[in-house]
Structure formats: C-alpha cells, structure tokens
C-alpha cells in the first residue's frame, strides 16, 4: 500500500514523537510513505480558518488533494483535525460549481481537485486495510496489562456524514477496536468523544483546563494507565496541561497519554525509545513498567 504522506503541522514541530513513531510503525505494517509527493502542502487550516475564510480553506484543501492526485495516490494522515476539516472540504466540493470556482484558482499551478483521490486517517487504514487477522498476526508483543482509555476528539467523529460513518461503520468504534486487537482493555469513559479543550485554550484558558481535567481524571478514576489519541491537538492539550489542570481541580492525576502510532509500535514489538515515548510530559515509567520495559 502505497500513500502520499501528509502528517500535518504538529507532527513536524510540537510532536516529533508521533512522526518517528509512524514512520516506523508504517514499514513494519507495509505501508509505503511518499512525503515528496506533498513536500509542498499547506496546513489545512485545523477548523479555525475556515471559520473566518471558508472559501479560502476549502482551496488551501483542495490544493493540497489535488497534489496527490497528481501523483495518483491516496492521501494518509496522522492527524484526526486535518483528517476531519479535509473530509468536510471535500464534501462541500461535491458542489459542482463549488468546485470549478476553487478549481480556476488552482489553474495557476496546473492543478485540478476531481475528488477521487480519498484521505485517510492512520488509524482507519489499519482497521479497514490491514485488518484484524494481518494486525493481530504481526504483533509481537500483547499489552494484555493495560487498561487504555481511546480519547478521539471532534473531527474523527463528526460531522458523521462528512466523514462516511454510513459507508464504514467501522469508524465510529475504530480506536476501541484497536486498543482490543493489541490485547488492552478499553477504559470506557463520558469525555471519550468530547473535545479536549485545545480549540478554546487561547479565549478561555480555564473553562480549556477543566475539561482537560474533567476528560483525564475522569479516566483515570474508571482505571486507566493512560489515554490513546488519534489526534496530535488533543495530545498536546492533554499532555502539556494536564499538570496545570489537575492542580486546579486539586488533585492528582498523572495519567499517560499517547499517540495511535505509539500504541501501535509497542505491540509490533518496537522499543520504547524508537518510539520516543520517554519524551512526552506526562511520565510513561509506570505505564512501562507494566510492560516490564524501560522508557
């Protein structure tokens, strides 16, 4: 399986860990990563610009589909915000008219958006490509200790037309799914498709904060040794804040968070350290040791 690579902005600077750790994760999988083929994307613009310019995300989007449809290949992302403002771009340009409007811009650059080239999240290639009898045969290691809590966030859930729930049902359970097929048990919890607070954080720093804590303690106090996330804005609101939000609420937290690829990488029997699963601010020693490795 071959994919034109776009791992989004925060792959490439606030969390470098979820880069490596797909990287590594995708040879053993046997999916092939073509980054040339997007080396000159866009940011998709995460929401917030399509809320002051929708024409003008919509074409940043297009664009960016239209490079990999240039190369005739399907697009792979690690990043469930890009994955869901790109499904909804593409479900706008349904519209003919739409799409002819935002296709004479792109002209200028002798590409065209037709719509056939499909993107996919990480996470739904390795449910609905790999599958669970090829997934389950190639890990190495089973994490049968932990119990995990999946926290998808807003855009790999919703809109669910947008995002063809009604066409791969698969999706609305795919994270659960997952963590099952490494051998986890699935920590259910009330916040598990609740937003984690990031888009909010720079208006309303303390209402962002108590639904980092509310989703984390929420988790934990149900059992887990850590959160899984698809999304990489979702990980660093969880992660980084978390120590903030729980000295607001006045308690003890501490609980672990970590990217799909992470979780991934551990079953397929990567050390921990290729993963780079020892950089992330919440501690992951205990989670580790559970697993008898060392960070």
Request: glycine share 6%.
């Amino acid at each position: 399986m071959k994919f034109a690579f776009f791992p989004g902005c925060v792959a490439k600077g606030a969390a470098p860990e979820l880069y490596t750790s797909t990287v590594k994760v995708a040879e053993i999988l046997g999916i092939e990563l073509d980054e040339k083929a997007m080396e000159s994307a866009s940011c998709t613009g995460a929401g917030v610009l399509q809320e002051k310019n929708q024409l003008l995300g919509d074409t940043l989007n297009a664009r960016n589909i239209a490079l990999a449809e240039k190369q005739n290949l399907p697009i792979l992302t690690i990043c469930s915000t890009c994955q869901g403002v790109m499904s909804q771009a593409e479900q706008r340009l349904e519209n003919e008219e739409y799409r002819a409007q935002i296709n004479e811009t792109l002209k200028e650059e002798g590409l065209e958006y037709t719509g056939k080239t499909p993107t996919r999240h990480l996470l739904w290639i390795i449910v609905e490509e790999i599958g669970e009898k090829k997934f389950k045969s190639l890990v190495k290691r089973k994490l049968e200790t932990l119990n995990l809590a999946p926290f998808y966030g807003c855009y790999l859930v919703r809109p669910s037309k947008a995002l063809k729930f009604y066409e791969n049902p698969e999706r609305e359970t795919c994270l659960e799914d997952l963590t099952e097929w490494v051998g986890a048990k699935v920590t259910d919890f009330p916040g598990s498709k609740a937003c984690c607070g990031f888009p909010i954080l720079t208006v309303n720093e303390k209402a962002a904060l108590k639904m980092v804590g509310n989703h984390t303690s929420s988790a934990k106090d149900l059992g887990a040794d850590a959160m899984v996330t698809p999304c990489p804005l979702c990980h660093l609101n969880l992660d980084q804040y978390q120590n903030r939000a729980a000295g607001m609420m006045k308690r003890e937290i501490d609980l672990p968070i970590i990217h799909v690829p992470q979780l991934v990488g551990l079953a397929l029997g990567l050390d921990p350290k290729e993963l780079r699963i020892n950089k992330h601010i919440i501690s992951t020693k205990k989670l580790l040791s559970e697993l008898s490795l060392r960070p």
